[in-house]
Protein backbone atom coordinates (compact mmCIF):
# COMPACT_ATOMS: atom_id res chain seq x y z
CA UNK A 1 0.00 0.00 0.00
CA UNK A 2 1.83 3.45 -0.97
CA UNK A 3 0.11 5.04 2.10
CA UNK A 4 2.59 2.70 4.28
CA UNK A 5 5.68 1.49 1.83
CA UNK A 6 6.31 4.53 -0.55
CA UNK A 7 5.56 7.09 1.88
CA UNK A 8 7.55 5.80 4.77
CA UNK A 9 9.89 4.16 1.78
CA UNK A 10 9.59 0.67 4.50
CA UNK A 11 8.75 -2.16 3.90
CA UNK A 12 5.49 -3.57 5.65
CA UNK A 13 7.39 -6.10 8.01
CA UNK A 14 9.52 -2.87 8.93
CA UNK A 15 6.79 -0.63 10.41
CA UNK A 16 4.34 -3.77 11.44
CA UNK A 17 5.16 -3.35 15.34
CA UNK A 18 5.77 -0.07 15.12
CA UNK A 19 2.90 0.79 17.26
CA UNK A 20 0.41 -0.12 19.37
CA UNK A 21 -2.41 1.53 18.38
CA UNK A 22 -3.85 3.34 15.75
CA UNK A 23 -5.65 5.85 17.35
CA UNK A 24 -4.53 9.12 16.43
CA UNK A 25 -5.05 12.27 19.16
CA UNK A 26 -5.86 14.53 16.60
CA UNK A 27 -8.33 12.59 14.59
CA UNK A 28 -10.28 12.16 17.72
CA UNK A 29 -9.96 15.45 18.85
CA UNK A 30 -11.51 16.41 15.29
CA UNK A 31 -14.49 14.03 16.09
CA UNK A 32 -15.05 14.96 19.50
CA UNK A 33 -15.33 18.66 18.25
CA UNK A 34 -18.41 17.15 16.54
CA UNK A 35 -20.34 14.65 18.31
CA UNK A 36 -23.08 16.77 19.29
CA UNK A 37 -24.04 16.84 15.98
CA UNK A 38 -23.65 13.36 14.54
CA UNK A 39 -27.43 12.41 14.49
CA UNK A 40 -27.73 16.13 12.79
CA UNK A 41 -29.43 14.89 9.29
CA UNK A 42 -29.04 18.31 7.98
CA UNK A 43 -25.55 18.88 10.08
CA UNK A 44 -21.43 18.66 9.54
CA UNK A 45 -22.54 14.47 9.09
CA UNK A 46 -24.80 14.98 6.71
CA UNK A 47 -22.95 12.83 3.59
CA UNK A 48 -22.55 10.27 5.86
CA UNK A 49 -26.49 9.69 6.36
CA UNK A 50 -26.91 10.31 2.86
CA UNK A 51 -24.14 7.61 2.04
CA UNK A 52 -25.54 5.38 4.25
CA UNK A 53 -28.03 3.28 2.19
CA UNK A 54 -25.53 2.66 -0.06
CA UNK A 55 -23.64 0.80 2.59
CA UNK A 56 -25.86 -1.72 3.31
CA UNK A 57 -26.57 -2.14 -0.59
CA UNK A 58 -22.91 -2.98 -1.22
CA UNK A 59 -22.61 -5.52 1.78
CA UNK A 60 -25.82 -7.45 -0.18
CA UNK A 61 -23.63 -7.21 -3.57
CA UNK A 62 -20.75 -8.61 -1.44
CA UNK A 63 -22.33 -11.15 0.25
CA UNK A 64 -24.21 -12.39 -3.32
CA UNK A 65 -21.38 -12.16 -5.22
CA UNK A 66 -19.21 -15.14 -3.81
CA UNK A 67 -19.27 -18.35 -5.64
CA UNK A 68 -20.69 -20.34 -2.29
CA UNK A 69 -23.95 -19.16 -0.88
CA UNK A 70 -24.04 -16.29 1.53
CA UNK A 71 -25.07 -17.78 4.83
CA UNK A 72 -27.99 -18.71 5.99
CA UNK A 73 -27.95 -17.63 9.66
CA UNK A 74 -28.22 -14.08 11.13
CA UNK A 75 -24.90 -12.33 10.38
CA UNK A 76 -22.69 -10.94 13.26
CA UNK A 77 -21.01 -7.13 12.47
CA UNK A 78 -18.09 -5.65 13.65
CA UNK A 79 -18.37 -1.63 13.16
CA UNK A 80 -14.78 -0.68 13.67
CA UNK A 81 -14.49 3.17 13.98
CA UNK A 82 -18.62 3.43 14.60
CA UNK A 83 -18.59 6.84 15.49
CA UNK A 84 -22.24 8.19 16.49
CA UNK A 85 -23.74 4.76 15.06
CA UNK A 86 -25.16 6.17 11.55
CA UNK A 87 -24.02 2.15 10.07
CA UNK A 88 -24.01 0.54 13.17
CA UNK A 89 -28.12 1.28 14.07
CA UNK A 90 -29.09 0.74 10.66
CA UNK A 91 -27.52 -2.59 10.90
CA UNK A 92 -28.65 -4.10 14.01
CA UNK A 93 -32.42 -3.29 12.97
CA UNK A 94 -32.10 -5.39 9.94
CA UNK A 95 -34.09 -8.90 10.21
CA UNK A 96 -31.14 -10.53 8.99
CA UNK A 97 -28.58 -9.32 11.87
CA UNK A 98 -27.79 -11.51 14.91
CA UNK A 99 -25.66 -8.84 16.72
CA UNK A 100 -23.80 -5.29 16.05
CA UNK A 101 -20.38 -4.58 17.92
CA UNK A 102 -19.64 -1.03 17.51
CA UNK A 103 -16.18 0.20 18.57
CA UNK A 104 -14.71 3.72 18.78
CA UNK A 105 -11.47 5.08 20.40
CA UNK A 106 -13.80 8.64 21.00
CA UNK A 107 -15.63 8.46 24.24
CA UNK A 108 -17.79 11.51 23.45
CA UNK A 109 -18.96 10.09 20.40
CA UNK A 110 -19.59 6.65 21.12
CA UNK A 111 -21.77 8.17 23.88
CA UNK A 112 -23.68 10.35 21.55
CA UNK A 113 -24.32 6.32 20.06
CA UNK A 114 -25.30 4.95 23.30
CA UNK A 115 -27.72 7.63 24.24
CA UNK A 116 -28.83 7.56 20.72
CA UNK A 117 -29.79 3.80 20.45
CA UNK A 118 -31.56 4.36 24.02
CA UNK A 119 -34.23 6.03 21.81
CA UNK A 120 -34.86 2.82 20.48
CA UNK A 121 -36.63 -0.25 22.79
CA UNK A 122 -35.73 -2.88 19.67
CA UNK A 123 -31.69 -1.96 20.23
CA UNK A 124 -31.95 -2.36 23.80
CA UNK A 125 -32.84 -6.20 23.25
CA UNK A 126 -29.51 -8.67 25.35
CA UNK A 127 -27.29 -8.19 22.06
CA UNK A 128 -28.55 -6.37 19.75
CA UNK A 129 -26.22 -3.58 19.78
CA UNK A 130 -22.88 -3.06 21.82
CA UNK A 131 -21.09 -0.45 22.02
CA UNK A 132 -17.10 -0.56 23.49
CA UNK A 133 -14.62 2.84 23.58
CA UNK A 134 -11.70 0.66 22.31
CA UNK A 135 -9.35 0.82 19.57
CA UNK A 136 -9.16 -2.82 17.27
CA UNK A 137 -5.74 -3.36 18.90
CA UNK A 138 -7.31 -3.28 22.20
CA UNK A 139 -10.21 -5.89 21.25
CA UNK A 140 -9.91 -9.24 22.71
CA UNK A 141 -9.23 -11.53 19.23
CA UNK A 142 -11.76 -14.34 18.46
CA UNK A 143 -10.45 -17.47 19.26
CA UNK A 144 -13.43 -19.51 17.34
CA UNK A 145 -15.70 -19.24 14.43
CA UNK A 146 -18.73 -18.85 16.71
CA UNK A 147 -16.92 -15.55 18.03
CA UNK A 148 -15.96 -14.35 14.70
CA UNK A 149 -17.43 -11.94 12.72
CA UNK A 150 -19.36 -12.07 9.17
CA UNK A 151 -18.63 -8.36 8.18
CA UNK A 152 -16.06 -6.13 9.59
CA UNK A 153 -16.94 -2.51 8.42
CA UNK A 154 -14.23 0.05 8.06
CA UNK A 155 -16.59 2.78 6.71
CA UNK A 156 -14.51 6.36 6.51
CA UNK A 157 -11.98 5.15 8.46
CA UNK A 158 -8.87 3.92 6.79
CA UNK A 159 -8.19 7.60 5.63
CA UNK A 160 -7.77 9.11 9.24
CA UNK A 161 -5.20 5.82 9.94
CA UNK A 162 -1.73 7.36 10.16
CA UNK A 163 0.05 3.67 9.13
CA UNK A 164 -3.11 1.75 7.79
CA UNK A 165 -1.05 -1.84 6.99
CA UNK A 166 -0.88 -2.78 10.74
CA UNK A 167 -4.40 -1.01 11.45
CA UNK A 168 -5.91 -3.69 8.47
CA UNK A 169 -3.52 -6.62 9.65
CA UNK A 170 -5.02 -6.13 13.35
CA UNK A 171 -8.32 -6.26 11.47
CA UNK A 172 -8.13 -9.61 10.02
CA UNK A 173 -8.33 -12.16 12.71
CA UNK A 174 -11.65 -10.77 13.98
CA UNK A 175 -13.52 -12.14 10.57
CA UNK A 176 -14.71 -15.62 9.95
CA UNK A 177 -13.63 -17.62 7.28
CA UNK A 178 -15.84 -16.90 4.29
CA UNK A 179 -16.58 -13.35 6.38
CA UNK A 180 -15.83 -10.07 4.71
CA UNK A 181 -14.23 -6.62 5.21
CA UNK A 182 -16.67 -3.90 3.72
CA UNK A 183 -14.68 -0.30 3.73
CA UNK A 184 -15.18 2.84 2.23
CA UNK A 185 -12.53 5.36 1.56
CA UNK A 186 -10.81 7.77 -1.15
CA UNK A 187 -8.67 7.19 -3.39
CA UNK A 188 -5.44 9.34 -3.64
CA UNK A 189 -5.62 11.80 -6.71
CA UNK A 190 -5.93 15.53 -7.92
CA UNK A 191 -9.46 15.14 -8.69
CA UNK A 192 -10.09 13.49 -4.91
CA UNK A 193 -8.01 16.68 -3.92
CA UNK A 194 -10.40 19.04 -5.89
CA UNK A 195 -13.67 17.42 -4.94
CA UNK A 196 -12.90 16.71 -0.81
CA UNK A 197 -10.48 18.91 0.48
CA UNK A 198 -10.87 22.37 -2.44
CA UNK A 199 -14.83 22.16 -2.78
CA UNK A 200 -15.67 20.17 -0.07
CA UNK A 201 -13.92 21.71 2.85
CA UNK A 202 -12.55 25.14 1.80
CA UNK A 203 -15.52 26.51 -0.95
CA UNK A 204 -18.84 24.79 0.31
CA UNK A 205 -18.05 23.53 3.48
CA UNK A 206 -20.17 20.58 3.63
CA UNK A 207 -17.33 18.84 5.58
CA UNK A 208 -15.86 20.55 8.24
CA UNK A 209 -12.59 21.81 7.48
CA UNK A 210 -9.48 19.51 8.52
CA UNK A 211 -11.56 16.22 8.13
CA UNK A 212 -9.33 14.95 5.50
CA UNK A 213 -5.74 14.19 5.00
CA UNK A 214 -5.06 14.29 1.10
CA UNK A 215 -1.58 12.18 1.85
CA UNK A 216 -3.79 9.69 4.16
CA UNK A 217 -5.55 8.41 0.85
CA UNK A 218 -5.59 5.27 -0.14
CA UNK A 219 -5.94 4.25 -4.00
CA UNK A 220 -7.68 1.28 -4.88
CA UNK A 221 -5.51 -0.75 -6.43
CA UNK A 222 -2.83 -0.01 -3.01
CA UNK A 223 -5.59 -1.69 -1.02
CA UNK A 224 -6.50 -4.47 -3.46
CA UNK A 225 -2.17 -5.17 -3.76
CA UNK A 226 -2.13 -5.67 0.25
CA UNK A 227 -5.01 -8.00 0.68
CA UNK A 228 -4.14 -9.83 -2.19
CA UNK A 229 -0.51 -10.31 -0.37
CA UNK A 230 -2.40 -11.80 2.68
CA UNK A 231 -2.63 -15.64 3.00
CA UNK A 232 -6.01 -16.75 3.05
CA UNK A 233 -7.58 -14.08 2.33
CA UNK A 234 -8.77 -12.61 -1.87
CA UNK A 235 -9.00 -16.01 -3.35
CA UNK A 236 -10.41 -15.53 -7.28
CA UNK A 237 -13.85 -13.44 -6.84
CA UNK A 238 -13.15 -12.78 -3.53
CA UNK A 239 -12.40 -8.86 -4.07
CA UNK A 240 -15.19 -6.20 -4.96
CA UNK A 241 -14.86 -2.52 -5.34
CA UNK A 242 -16.60 0.39 -6.89
CA UNK A 243 -16.95 3.90 -6.99
CA UNK A 244 -19.41 6.15 -5.03
CA UNK A 245 -20.00 9.88 -6.52
CA UNK A 246 -21.86 12.66 -5.17
CA UNK A 247 -23.95 15.04 -6.77
CA UNK A 248 -25.60 17.95 -5.03
CA UNK A 249 -29.59 18.11 -4.92
CA UNK A 250 -28.92 14.16 -6.22
CA UNK A 251 -26.77 12.59 -3.56
CA UNK A 252 -24.51 9.75 -3.86
CA UNK A 253 -24.58 7.01 -6.32
CA UNK A 254 -22.20 4.24 -6.95
CA UNK A 255 -20.28 4.79 -10.46
CA UNK A 256 -18.53 1.67 -11.78
CA UNK A 257 -14.54 2.96 -12.66
CA UNK A 258 -15.37 5.69 -9.74
CA UNK A 259 -12.66 3.93 -7.83
CA UNK A 260 -9.99 4.91 -9.27
CA UNK A 261 -10.64 8.67 -8.80
CA UNK A 262 -12.47 9.26 -5.79
CA UNK A 263 -14.82 8.21 -2.93
CA UNK A 264 -15.28 4.09 -3.25
CA UNK A 265 -16.20 0.65 -1.70
CA UNK A 266 -13.95 -1.77 -1.44
CA UNK A 267 -15.11 -5.15 0.08
CA UNK A 268 -12.52 -8.47 0.63
CA UNK A 269 -13.74 -12.00 1.59
CA UNK A 270 -11.61 -14.42 3.97
CA UNK A 271 -11.16 -17.60 1.98
CA UNK A 272 -13.14 -20.72 3.74
CA UNK A 273 -10.91 -23.01 5.21
Given at each position: ?????????????????????????????????????????????????????L??????????????????Y???????????G?????????????????????????????????Q???????????????????????????????????????????????????????????????????????????T???I????A????????????????????????????????????????V????????????????????F???????
Amino acid sequence: MRAVVIRSRRTLQQIRYQSTTSVNPTEVSHFNALASTWWDPHGPSRLLHLMNPLRHDFISACLSSQATPAPSYKLRYLDVGCGGGIFAESAARLPSTATVMGIDPSENVLNVAKVHAQQDPFLQEPGRLQYLNKSIEDLPTSKSGMEQYDVLTLFEVIEHITEPAPFLTSCLPFVKPGGWIVLSTIARTWTSWLTTKLIAEEIAGIVPRGTHDWDKYINEAEMRSFFLQQRGWASPGGIKAIGCVYAPGLGWNMVAGGEQWGNYFFGVRKDVE
